[in-house]
């Protein structure tokens, strides 16, 4: 079964760190792009940042840049979310979701085909 | 960045009636859009991507088009699972911008 399933999210104080994981299985993750998406408590979805399948693409949202850095360990079929200077802001279910194509450099005509359950993110004091 | 307007925010009706929901793009994205479902409680699951190509597995009671700046879904017969939010996402430029969702409420 194709799984995605992220962990590490939970109550942070403004200022500090927190380093998200999403382990995948049922897939060979360097065959596809990855990507964070967010979602606050009662909003819609944001999208925050997206690697390509062997890390020599990365984006992010303004919101996040220069704070946040996405990477990935294709050995360990494992994708992260390091985040730094967490804002109030930044409170959120924490989704991450496989992209249907490789490179997801755009232009782009596939989209977001696996999604894990997200974990929360709880900023503050 | 591409700012992509929903509407409208809620749309009220019944199983069996058709839905038809809109996403507009503040400059074109071609074909560059796709579309996902969430239900209450769940991860969001893509519907349709290229604005027009039905994900693996979807219901043909689903359908997208529209090209440039004006995109449609349309949900020819509701379903009571289809109640639900739905969300355009851009592919066009980064960053990957989401609309704001349209609720489809009973």
């Known amino acids: 079964e194709v799984q995605l399933v992220e962990s590490g999210g939970g109550l942070v104080q403004p200022g500090r760190s927190l380093r998200l994981t999403c382990a995948a299985s049922?897939?060979?993750?360097?065959?596809?792009?990855m990507h964070w998406v967010r979602q606050p408590p009662g909003k819609g979805l944001e999208w925050v940042a997206g690697i390509s399948w062997n890390s020599g693409s990365v984006e992010y949202a303004d919101s996040v840049k220069g704070r946040f850095t996405i990477s990935r360990d294709n050995a360990r079929n494992t994708l992260y979310l390091k985040m730094n200077g967490l804002r109030r802001e930044d409170t959120a279910l924490y989704y991450c979701?496989?992209?249907?194509?490789?490179?997801?450099?755009?232009?782009?005509?596939?989209?977001?085909?696996?999604w894990g359950q997200g974990t929360t993110v709880t900023v503050s004091s | 960045e591409i700012v992509l307007t929903q509407s409208p925010a809620t749309l009220s009706l019944s199983p069996g009636e058709r839905a038809t929901l809109s996403c507009r793009a503040s400059?074109?994205?071609?074909?560059?859009l796709a579309w996902y479902r969430q239900k209450p409680g769940q991860a969001p699951r893509l519907l349709i991507y290229d604005a027009s190509t039905r994900a693996a597995g979807l219901p043909g009671r689903f359908s997208g088009s529209g090209s440039g700046t004006d995109f449609t879904l349309t949900i020819s017969s509701l379903d009571p699972e289809d109640f639900a939010v739905y969300y355009c996402q851009q592919r066009f430029n980064w960053p990957f911008t989401f609309g704001g969702g349209t609720k489809v409420e009973i």
């Open positions: 979701s496989r992209d249907m194509d490789r490179a997801a450099i755009p232009p782009s005509g596939y989209g977001l085909d696996v």
């Open positions: 049922g897939f060979i993750l360097d065959d596809n792009a």
């Open positions: 400059q074109s994205v071609s074909t560059y």
